[in-house]
């Protein structure tokens, strides 16, 4: 279980690398999903210091990776309450993010929340991603695409592939038991 200690240390390493405002607006970004979650269903956790380290770190857990750094146009396939793409709209403001799930309601809270903390480039998408990923703009229209907790790696490969253009990359943000999904 993640401390306050820990949560203290990952806000000072996210205001050295993103500056105090962009810091601020990823815990802000948080608090709200965690406020907004005792009235609508967006997270399993409940503890802030815990939403830190497995919302907010895991979410910004490929900023450095050249796959990442590369890609211009990303897509959140089964964003939730907007991980991983929200938090990686505001560590990486000239890129462009696209976050797709099937549930409105949760998408209304995004955009409310990328609302009231000036995300610019951030738009989100109602729509099954088998059902969106062969129309024009979606069919391969994305340098990356990523997902986080949302299927099993041979179901998630066969809704995201379609999306990545031609040399681009798709990222699954994955537990530790990993390895047993690759096999």
């Not at 990823?26 to 503890?47: P, Q």
């Not at 995300?119 to 997902?147: P, W």
């Not at 949302?150 to 809704?159: F, I, Q, R, T």
């Not at 999306?163 to 690759?182: H, L, P």
């Given at each position: ?19 105090e ?27 802030r ?54 549930t ?45 907790a ?10 995201c ?23």
């Open positions: 279980m993640a401390t306050i200690k820990d949560t203290q240390i990952l806000i000072n390493k996210l205001t050295e690398r993103y500056g405002e962009t810091a601020g607006k990823m815990t802000a970004y948080i608090d709200m999903v965690l406020e907004r979650n005792e009235h609508i269903n967006l997270t399993a956790v409940r503890d210091d815990e939403a830190m380290q497995k919302h907010l770190a895991d979410s910004l857990a490929i900023t450095d990776i050249p796959e990442y750094k590369e890609a211009a146009k990303i897509l959140d396939v089964g964003t939730g309450a907007g991980f991983p793409g929200a938090l990686l709209a505001l560590a990486s403001p000239e890129k462009e993010f696209v976050l797709l799930d099937s409105l309601k949760r998408l209304r809270v995004i955009d409310e929340f990328a609302d009231a903390l000036n995300i610019g480039n951030l738009t989100t998408v109602h729509a099954r991603a088998e059902e969106i990923s062969r129309k024009e703009g979606f069919a391969q229209g994305f340098d990356l695409c990523v997902s986080r949302v299927a099993s790696l041979d179901k998630l490969s066969g809704w592939l379609p999306f990545v253009r031609k040399g681009g990359y798709f990222i699954a943000y994955k537990g530790e038991n990993y390895q047993a999904e690759i096999d």
